[in-house]
């Protein structure tokens, strides 16, 4: 007998290109596509958690459009990172209402990196704003979190798209949103350096790390400033595109099913 496969959904990261994720998860929506569990690393672990808590995918939408940098970035003199994170990690817990990751709506894994040990960590318990504030932490650019011994850093060092993770967590059908590269090469300044040598390392991980993954959805961002978090609607746009591209091949592995 067959029953309605579960499915994951994996968000990637690429920091301001992450606005992808809400285009993907509204026409996801829209169509009544199931999501049973979701993991995310950086920006994707953002995007996740939000939705993850019953943030309405609309007002996720109005809340890219409407947050300013200035709301979030709290700059210090560097010596472990650029900006503190306490104004971002303030904003997510104000968000998801201080809850921990066992309390979200769809099972939820957020993935970081020990910089101690050099390996992958898979939050799954504890505050989703902490967890999330680690997850971000591209090197450089945020103070690492002190967590349980860990020193942790943004996920993507190690896995850009955490499609294994939320493979794990029992999903038979894993959608993995994959935010791209950036193809202009304009470093005018720390962040533009920091991120393109960023973009660099993901694109040789992922050329030896197959996605663990049924479906990838691929928007166009390649045109997109990833250190300007002032083009939300055009990611967004681009995010529900490539999920409405991806949807025949979404609706036949439901058709399908699994074998009970």
């Known amino acids: 007998m067959k029953k309605r496969p579960k499915i994951g959904l994996a968000l990637g ?12 998860i ?8 199931p999501i049973d569990f979701i993991s995310g690393t950086s920006i994707g672990a953002l995007i996740g958690a939000l939705y993850s808590v019953g943030i309405d995918i609309q007002m996720l939408e109005k809340l890219a459009l409407s947050i300013k940098r200035e709301n979030w970035v709290d700059f210090i003199i560097p010596r472990k990172g650029l900006l503190a994170g306490k104004k971002i990690e303030q904003i997510i817990r104000l968000l998801t209402k201080n809850k921990n990751l ?7 894994t957020v993935t970081a990196t020990d910089l101690k040990t050099g390996k992958e960590v898979l939050l799954r318990k504890g505050n989703i704003a902490k967890a999330v504030r680690a997850s971000i ?17 943004d996920g993507a060092v190690l ?5 294994d993770a939320v493979r794990q967590m029992g999903a038979d059908i894993v959608i993995a949103v ?22 660099i390392m993901g694109r040789e991980l992922l ?38 591209d991806a949807l025949p091949k979404i609706l036949q592995f439901l058709k399908e099913g699994v074998q009970d």
């Open 13 to 24: 990261g690429g920091a301001a290109r992450g606005y992808a994720h809400i285009g993907v």
């Open 26 to 33: 509204k026409v996801l929506t829209e169509e009544k596509i």
């Open 102 to 108: 066992e309390e979200v709506d769809i099972p939820l």
């Open 137 to 153: 932490s591209i090197p450089g650019i945020f103070v690492p979190v002190i967590m349980e011994n860990m020193i942790l850093v």
């Open 159 to 163: 896995n850009k798209v955490p499609a």
């Open 178 to 199: 994959d935010l791209g590269f950036d193809k202009r090469i304009r470093l005018n300044n720390i962040y533009d350096i920091l991120l393109q040598t960023f973009d």
């Open 207 to 244: 050329k030896t790390k197959i996605l663990n993954a049924d479906i990838i959805i691929r928007p166009k961002l390649g045109d997109i400033d990833p250190s300007n978090f002032n083009q939300p609607k055009d990611c967004i746009i681009e995010g529900e595109k490539a999920a409405r």
